[in-house]
């Protein structure tokens, strides 16, 4: 993704296919992630995170983290997970987009996340990992 703040897909099954811009955001991509539904969640330096559908159309944006969002994770019941800079885990609820679940921490920055099982994540915070429970 370097520091591009274009989105862009292509057909794996035809690689000499062009690539097709797919979205953008006003900064880099940081996050991508392909949710339950199929649709795509994207976010980066702008802080938002973008939900858009296969066809590249945008359906959702969910803002509130105060930094970058720097990873994304698509939870088995259909939330998202994502960690910002700031230090912040936010669980959405897509069908409920408004009232995200915080989870701040002040051991570090909020890193990379890691599916454990349906009910626990891990996140880098750091030189070190933190479980946490994301059960509703």
């Known amino acids: 993704m370097a520091d591009s703040p274009t989105i862009l897909a292509w057909d794996p099954a035809d690689p000499e296919t062009e690539a097709r811009e797919f979205g953008?955001?006003?900064k880099s991509v940081k996050a991508i992630t392909v949710l339950s539904d199929g649709n795509v969640a994207t976010a980066g330096g702008d802080k938002v995170i973008k939900i858009w559908n296969q066809d590249g159309e945008l359906q959702l944006e969910l803002t509130g983290h105060?930094?970058?969002?720097?990873?994304?994770?698509a939870l088995p019941d259909g939330r998202l997970a994502s960690?910002?800079?700031?230090?912040?885990l936010r669980i959405w609820d897509l069908s409920d987009p408004?009232?995200?679940?915080?989870?701040?921490?002040?051991v570090?920055?909020?890193?990379?996340l890691a599916l454990i099982d349906d009910s626990t994540l891990a996140m880098n915070l750091g030189s070190g990992w933190?479980?946490?429970?994301?059960d509703p």
């Open 98 to 106: 408004d009232n995200p679940t915080d989870k701040t921490t002040d």
């Open 108 to 112: 570090g920055l909020a890193g990379r």
């Open 66 to 73: 105060r930094t970058t969002v720097n990873d994304l994770l």
């Open 83 to 88: 960690t910002a800079f700031d230090g912040t």
């Open 130 to 134: 933190l479980e946490v429970s994301v």
């Open 24 to 26: 953008a955001h006003d």
